[in-house]
Each structure stands twice: as structure tokens, then as C-alpha cells.
């Protein structure tokens, strides 16, 4: 690949589309985050004016439930006095810069995040264009590779603030190219392994590996006069090797605590998390989620050596849990459970740096079950993002799969609710249990087009336990929060609410496959279905109401806006929230 050619997708055309889309979704976005109050015009219309009064944004939308703002994208106009402007995301920006609360040191950043996102937006515009229907019959891996939109939420989803233009093109999960892994040996007396309930690490590495990988490994230890007992293995991103391992742990390298062992054979594909890879050679066996110090949507994504001895027993903990109970059980709920995880303390950087520092956060993995063994006969899998991605017709995933299916959209929906929804609604009120169910953190099991279950993953960094005087076992005892009554149920309206119903049911509705009140109608059904399951939990469905008039709007990009490099501390998810008034509840008098 020549220098031109690595950046031949950033064409005046598919530039001008890309910033159009972006300022789409910015104003949609902040207009539903209070940061912009847009001025109804008539008609549908609305606009948006500059800090400075002299810019205007013109536009039409359609308001939906829980105001949601439905740009459409091609009414867009930008004039400053009388002369139209073309559209330009980052002038944008600059332009509402007070509006936005971005400060000056934040706003550079910010520019470089949506300057990266508009890039990977012009990369996906060069793709065929593969209509929803066509992507419904696709593998596990296409659907993967096809999700165009990242996070809906966001406006700069898609920063990976890090990656060259030619690393973007070898390891973004829309590129799907196949990548294989670094592995390092690193020496036992500062790394660790910790594992689930019946693994053990030597027949672990040898049926992730292949007995000769393995043995071509101890071979590069023991050429070095090294024993290889001494060591554990470690797959790293390969950005993370030339990037950051190679230099910042010269010291370790030269002193042999790390040693490289060159690439694995094996083939993987990144997933939309970025640093999380699916074992092309053999879908059988775990993911591999790496550490990577890239900058993306609020977090550097590194892994910490410390948070993850806990991991693979909070695995098994949930894991328990779901076996012993009837109501989850019935759901077919299952959990792809991060089995070992393996870490690196560097002595000296710990030293120097408080826990949150990204330098404790640089080499560790974990390995994670894969979906695909427990498939039966004609199961298929697809990520839950998928549901809300919209082809360049502007049909969406979720319409494509009611057609396949051959249901009526409301029954349709009724079985993806208790799949995906009923176990989030059981685990809070059986056992104050939260998860962070987004759209990528969740897998569905589909059979001709119907949800048949869920598989929740990503399990030991996001879930929560909201009970302090919950009893845990000690290993497990760090997902415990405190967190305020009034807070709890914005598990459910922020995380599953407002940040995925609020999308699924307004392509459903533009693409009148079903409208929304049918929509929140189904919701409100399967609500009161499963309270009447389970009565013994009366009160506590009393205590957090599903159907209260309204809750507390929790703005995403709010946080973003405001700090790009830690958005929360994961410790105290519930200290950073940004509140700024209320959203009516859709399911209020259903």
C-alpha cells in the first residue's frame, strides 16, 4: 500500500456525506441532551444558532417518545447571513463551543475524536452496500463487520485516538481483516494467571494454542537460556506491541521479565469493542480481549493487571447464579464467561501512579467462551447493535429480521423482550444485579429471524451489585456499589430505555413496521408478564416503579464533552452521572 493509497476513502464526496451524517446525529443528539435548544420554525422545521447568533443550522425532525430528535439528514442547511455554508462537523463544533460546555482543553481532543470518527465513516462509505435483508442471512462475523454506526448515543464514537491511518485499515472491526496476535512470555514474579472453577493453565494454553505453537514458544525461551516454567504467556495486540510494549517496557524486555515470542498462528477478527477478537481459525474456541492504549468514546482501553485476578471468579459467581434460578433459567439467558485472565505489574510505573492511571492498564488479557459451541441445529448469532443499524435505503437490521421471521412485528418483539429484557428486569429486582446491556454487550441467538435467547458478556468490568448488605463471596465483593434509591432503576430507563428502545422503536416506527405506541405497549405487556410472575417481589416493584410518570434524563455525551480521557469511574459509576432534567416515562399509564 503506497501513502496515497492508504488514504484514498477520504474523497471530497464521501467527506461532505460523512460530515452531513455527523451533524445529523450532533444535532439529535445534543437536541436530546439539553445542550441545544432547536427553535421550531414551522412545518417540521427547526433551527439552530451559533453561539454568536450569526450561524444558522436549519433542519426538519420528528419529536418521539422520550424525546427523541429524527433528523433527517439531507433537510440540513448551515447559512451564516444570507450565504449558505457547506457542512463541516468540526466548524460545527467550534461554533457551539459555549453551547456545548466543551472547554479549551477538551475541544482539540474533542476535534481529533470527530476528525477520526469522520474518517472511519468515508472507510465504510467505499464498502458495497449491503441492504439489511442480505446482511438478516449473514454469518455471526458479517453481521459484525457490517454494523456502520458504532454507538448510537455518541457522537464521537469512533475516536481510537492511537491508530494510524494504516493500523485503522488492519485492526477496525469494519475492515475485517484478520489479525493474528503477539504472545509474550512474561516472567512469573510479576504477572499473574487466574482461571474459573476447572481450568488449568497448562492444558488451557495448550488447547488455545496447539501443542506445536506452544512448544515453538518454550523453544524461544529456552534458546535464551530461560525457563520456560518461569513464564506465563500473554497475547497482546499487536498496536499495543510496536506502540506502546516495546518501548515503554524496554526495561522489561531488556532485563527478560517480557520476552517476545512472535505472532500465534491462529487467525482472529476484531470485534466492535475494538480490542476483544473472535478466533477465525476456530470459532470454537475463546476470544481474546487485549489491552489497548487507544483513546476511545471517554476511555483509554487498557486492561488492569489488578482488576483482573477477580475477573474469572465473578464470572462463575454470575454464572451460579443464573443455573440456580427458575425465572432466569427460563429465559434461556446465558453468559459467555471470561474463564482465565492473565496480568503484568510493572513495579516501577506503580510506583509512580495512582490506580487509574493508564500506564497500570498496559498489559493484561483475558479469554472469554465463545457463543458459537452452544449453537443448536439452525441457531445463527448476530450482535444486538445489529438491531439498530440502518442500511443506505433506510431499512434497519431489526425490520429485515420481523420480515424474515414472518411474525407480526408486536410478537416478534415480545420474543426478543423476554430473551434480552426480562432477565435485566428479574436481575434487578431478585437481586438489586445491574449489567451494562448495550448493544454490544450482548449477543442474540436468532432461529429464522426470531430472538430465541440472549447471551450477556462482558461481565466482570460492568456488572453490579446495588444490595450493601448484599452477601458475596470475598472475591467477588469489588462489584458491590452503593448507589442511591432514586439512581437504581436508571439501569434500566437510562441504559435499556433510553440508550437502545428509544432507536429500535423509532426505526421501527419511520420504516412503519410498527408504530410506537404499539411498541411501548408491547414493553408495558412483558413488564406487567413478568411482575405477575413473580409476586413475591411486590414490594420492590412498589419501591422502583417501572410505570412512574417519568425519570432522570443521564446524558452520555455530557460526560464525554466534558472530560474525553476517564469518563467514569467505573468504582462509583453513579458519582459522575450527568442529570439534567427528566424524560417521560413511555410506559407511564400503559
Known sequence: MTPSDAVAHLSPHRWARANRLLIRKALAEFAHERLLTPEATGGGGYVVRSDDGLTRYSFTATIRALDHWQVDADSITRHRDETELPLAAMDFLIELQKSLGLSDEILPVYLEEISSTLSGTCYKLTKPQITVAELARGDFQAIEAGMTEGHPCFVANNGRLGFGVHEYLSYAPETANPVKLVWLAAHRSRAAFTAGAG???ESFLRDELGSVTLNRFRDTLSEQGLDPADYLLIPVHPWQWWNKLSVTFAAEIARRHLVCLGEGDDEYLAQQSIRTFFNRSHPEKHYVKTALSVLNMGFMRGLSAAYMEATPAINDWLDRLIAGDPVLRSTGLSIIRERAAVGYRHLEYERATDRYSPYRKMLAALWRESPVPSLE????????????????????????????????????????????????????????LVYMPHGENVILVLEDGVVRRAVYKDIAEEIAVMDPDAVLPPEVSRIRVEVPEDKKLLSIFTDVFDCFFRFLAANLAEEGVLDEDGFWRTVAEITREYQASVPELADKFDRYDMFAPEFALSCLNR??????????????PTGALQLVGTLKNPLAGL
Do not use: C
Open 199 to 201: 481450568i488449568e493453565y
Open 377 to 432: 441445529d439452525g441457531e445463527s448469532l448476530a450482535t444486538m447493535a445489529s438491531l439498530v443499524h440502518v442500511d443506505h435505503e433506510g431499512k434497519s437490521f431489526a425490520g429485515a429480521l420481523i420480515e424474515r421471521s414472518g411474525l407480526a412485528p408486536a410478537e416478534w418483539l415480545r420474543h426478543y423482550l423476554r430473551a434480552y429484557y426480562v432477565p435485566l428486569l428479574h436481575s434487578f429486582y431478585a437481586y438489586d
Open 559 to 572: 460526560l464525554q464533552l466534558r472530560d474525553n480521557r476517564q469518563m467514569v469511574d467505573l468504582t462509583d
